[in-house]
């Protein structure tokens, strides 16, 4: 007999890490002005966000949070099924699906819950999920709850896809292929058009996570399939609001009989606690401020653009990014680590990426971009990856 608690008695990976001054998880944010923070006493460039178009600062969007508590106040208190369901939820969903180009759209508290919720009711018994491997846990998770079977395909190969559908459709009933329209580590876009090829062919539904792809990429940062045109080829859009929509949230958006049934089978959406007013409100605030100030994503995608030149110029490797996520690749998680804090000590907020999350040897440093950082914060950036690249031997 073991004592339960004894696997966190000797959890010792993470102390380890602190013991060696370099944890670099949990920093406690001070202030925020969006693109730079505030810790442990001084102001420092943050490249580690999702906060692609700077909205959690916005003027509009603020005003429009708080004017949201002084109506409803600061909670929900219940589930929407129940208690907490608002007006400004359904409005929310109607403006939504319209942004996005679908019937209906569901707004769940999180992202996370979403696709919990959402895979998990949609593949019964005799069906089957398609997941690439380099999706989000979400959808590991929804994947895990889900009672039909899992595959997942190597990474982005449509030939592999199409090879296990060949060989194995049949022995479902429905096929749903799930993958991320941007990766969340890699910023690598999804290859759409060979999943939609391949989801016809072998008559599959396909499943899009937009969390990175919505407000960056297609007109107004519609997502991925606004990107290449294939909207109505993707049945159900997964997104989140706790990225470009600068808040916390999440949902999934397709035909309306689809999303009636989520809503009334999807455990995660109808046993936990509505999304709070101000968040509703905020995102609302959000779609308003990306219809009349479109100039964000210009410069968002400049500031894209400049750092993928800038630290690929400086010999970084960079993987196939094309997207705002800019990954650093440094080698080992040790020397990740290293890098982290040096970064940090420089005046510069970002995070390591390390194995299992990346394959051995291949952990990075995820940078990330936003509409609203300076020429002079990137210039800053940049210089300081010069001066450490060099310093850690990574570039010449
Ligand atoms: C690709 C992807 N899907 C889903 C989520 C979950 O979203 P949320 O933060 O709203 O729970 C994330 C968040 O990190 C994500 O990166």
């Given at each position: 007999m073991m004592d339960l608690f004894e696997k966190c008695r000797s959890f010792q990976d993470a102390k380890t890490l602190m013991g060696a001054g370099?944890?670099?998880?949990?920093?406690?944010?001070?202030?925020?002005?969006g693109s730079t923070v505030t810790t442990h006493g001084t102001k420092r460039v943050m490249?580690?966000?999702?906060?692609?178009?700077?909205?959690?600062?916005?003027p509009r969007v603020m005003a429009a949070a708080k004017r949201a508590i002084d109506e409803?106040?600061?909670?929900?208190?219940?589930?929407r099924f129940l208690n907490g369901n608002l007006v400004s939820h359904e409005r929310l969903e109607e403006s939504l699906a319209k942004f996005l180009g679908k019937e209906a759209c569901l707004v769940f508290s999180t992202g996370f819950l979403a696709n919990q919720g959402s895979l998990s009711c949609l593949v019964g018994r005799n069906d089957a999920i398609l997941s690439d491997?380099?999706?989000h846990a979400s959808i590991i998770e929804g994947t895990r709850l889900a009672v039909g079977e899992t595959i997942r395909f190597p990474h982005n190969d449509m030939d592999a896809l199409d090879r296990i559908l060949t060989e194995k459709?049949?022995?479902?009933d429905g096929v749903l292929i799930v993958a991320d329209g941007?990766?969340?580590?890699?910023?690598e876009i999804v290859d759409l058009p060979g999943l939609v090829k391949i989801a016809s062919k072998h008559n599959c539904k396909l499943y899009i996570d937009d969390a990175h792809s919505?407000?960056?990429?297609?007109?107004?940062?519609?997502?991925t399939g606004a990107h290449f045109g294939l909207t109505d080829e993707v049945d159900l859009i997964m997104g989140t609001f706790?990225?470009?929509?600068?808040s916390i949230g999440g949902f999934i958006a397709g035909d309306a009989d689809t999303i009636h049934y989520i809503k009334h089978k999807a455990r995660p959406f109808m046993f936990s606690a509505a999304m709070p007013p101000s968040a509703v409100a905020t995102v609302q605030e959000c779609l308003n401020v990306i219809h009349e100030e479109p100039q964000i994503f210009d410069n968002l995608w400049k500031n894209a653009r400049k750092m993928k030149r800038e630290l690929s110029g400086l010999?970084?490797?960079?993987?196939?990014?094309?997207?705002?996520?800019i990954p650093v690749v440094i080698g080992d998680d040790v020397k990740a680590f290293s890098f982290t804090k040096a970064l940090y000590e420089h005046g510069v907020f970002a995070t390591p990426v390390v194995s299992p999350a990346v394959?051995?040897?291949?952990?990075l440093i995820r940078t990330s971009y936003m509409a609203t950082h300076t020429e002079d914060d990137l210039d800053y950036v940049a210089e300081v990856f010069k001066k450490l690249g060099k310093q850690f031997g990574l570039i010449r």
């Open positions: 370099l944890y670099p998880f949990f920093k406690p944010i001070e202030a925020s002005q490249i580690g966000s999702n906060n692609y178009l700077g909205l959690t600062h916005h409803f106040g600061t909670g929900c208190t219940g589930s491997r380099e999706n459709r049949a022995q479902y941007v990766f969340s580590m890699s910023g919505l407000g960056v990429l297609g007109e107004l940062g519609r997502g706790s990225k470009s929509f600068a010999g970084f490797d960079t993987l196939a990014s094309q997207t705002p996520i394959p051995a040897g291949m952990a």
